[in-house]
């Protein structure tokens, strides 16, 4: 007969406290060697699921180390919108049965590779080639309507068995989606306070434990300390100690801390900022990095100095015209308001937060940034 459980989304709540974990993380310059030793101790049979913009840069390469080490390896380019078909539109691709599934991209390619591996289960491996998301270590994953516009958060049981991350690959990527990296990473701090203090439920629907509530804040610390340095650096090919550090803040870090330390409303407005004009073009880390300010507007706070000098240092958005995202109508923000508001994230806020707090917080964020205040 075959085993019965529950999904991890139905496993747990708030009365106990979870931590969730990539089985192991690898980072350093030439780690992509690492991937076939890697794969072969999940089986002998791998998927590999990548970027079709990377695919001729380092699917043979991939394919020589799974080969070395006795693994068989099926390539299958991902390209265009991650939908809810995208899953079993890769799995009718596989000519048989596979033992593991191989992640190599961006965040849509890894996620891509996370919904074939939801379909075909055995082992999984995320090997992210830039820094723009922290999507490689967690077990769950996204899909987008025709519009980009967010429409799911899916769960795996669990977290991928090795994340690999080659920082030579990812120093030669385009500085633009590092910065977008930077900006999702930073706000995890600020989210998981927010969701520790009002005792929300994490992505395991769980309570904060105290150490992903600390690793968050050490992302934040590692970033304030290293992230401009490596800023100067990223897009080069140089992997140097601040660039090194950036990465595992961005990637690891960050990854763990929201994962186990819980989100909050910067999260929740990416549900939003897609209904926005133009919105649903910027990428998540640019979200993320906008709704970080409106989060501490929200409070009441005014942004760490040191995070407004990061924010300016790498071209982070203070406002809605950094993002490209022209002044909304009152429509446009009442549909972000209510898309934000539906995000149980949006719950884990020291109180109730409704459409018109929220609101005004938008526009006095705008207001800041035309009148130049010192703040902003
Ligand atoms: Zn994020």
């Known amino acids: 007969m075959p085993l019965k459980h529950k999904s991890i989304m139905e496993l747990f709540d708030t009365s106990v406290t979870v931590f969730g974990a990539p089985g192991r993380y690898v980072q350093g310059p030439g780690a992509l060697r690492l991937v076939g030793d890697c794969a072969a101790t999940l089986g002998s049979a791998a998927v590999l699921v990548i970027d079709g913009v990377i695919r001729d840069m380092l699917a043979e390469r991939i394919r020589e180390s799974c080969a070395a080490a006795g693994v068989g390896l099926t390539v299958l380019s991902f390209s265009g919108e991650l939908g809810r ?93 590092f910065r977008a990296g930077l900006g999702d990473a930073l706000a995890k701090k600020f989210e ?42 990223a897009g080069t090919g140089a992997v140097t100690e601040d660039f090194d550090a950036a990465v595992e803040a961005m990637i690891l870090m960050a990854g763990l801390g929201f994962e186990s330390g819980g989100l909050s409303l910067p999260h929740a407005l990416t549900r939003g900022i897609p209904l926005l004009p133009r919105g649903a073009t910027v990428p998540h880390g640019m979200q993320v990095a906008w709704a970080l300010i409106v989060h501490f507007e929200t409070l009441g706070l005014e942004p760490p100095p040191e995070l407004v000098a990061l924010y300016r240092a790498v071209g982070l958005p203070l406002c809605l015209e950094d993002l490209g995202v022209p002044p909304p109508s009152s429509a446009d923000l009442a549909a972000l308001a209510d898309a934000t508001l539906a995000v149980r994230h949006a719950k884990n806020m020291p109180f109730e937060l409704d459409a018109r707090t929220l609101l005004n917080a938008v526009l006095r964020v705008e207001t800041r940034a035309a009148t130049r205040s010192p703040v902003l």
């Open 85 to 177: 078909c995208t899953g079993s539109q890769l799995q009718a691709q596989l000519g048989g049965p596979v033992s593991m599934v191989i992640a190599a991209g961006g965040g849509r390619a890894i996620d891509a590779g996370k919904a074939l591996s939801e379909r075909v289960g055995g082992g999984l491996i995320s090997l992210p080639t830039v820094a723009s998301n922290d999507a490689p270590t967690s077990k769950n994953f996204v899909l987008y309507d025709e519009e980009h516009r967010l429409l799911e958060v899916r769960h795996l049981t669990r977290n991928p068995d090795f994340v690999i991350v080659d920082t030579a690959i990812l120093s030669k990527a385009p500085r633009a989606l």
């Open 192 to 233: 998981a306070d927010a969701c520790l203090k009002n005792g929300g439920g994490t992505m395991f629907l769980a309570s904060s434990t105290r150490l992903a509530h600390r690793i968050a804040g050490f992302c934040y610390e590692t970033l304030v300390r290293h992230a401009a340095a490596a800023w100067s650096v």
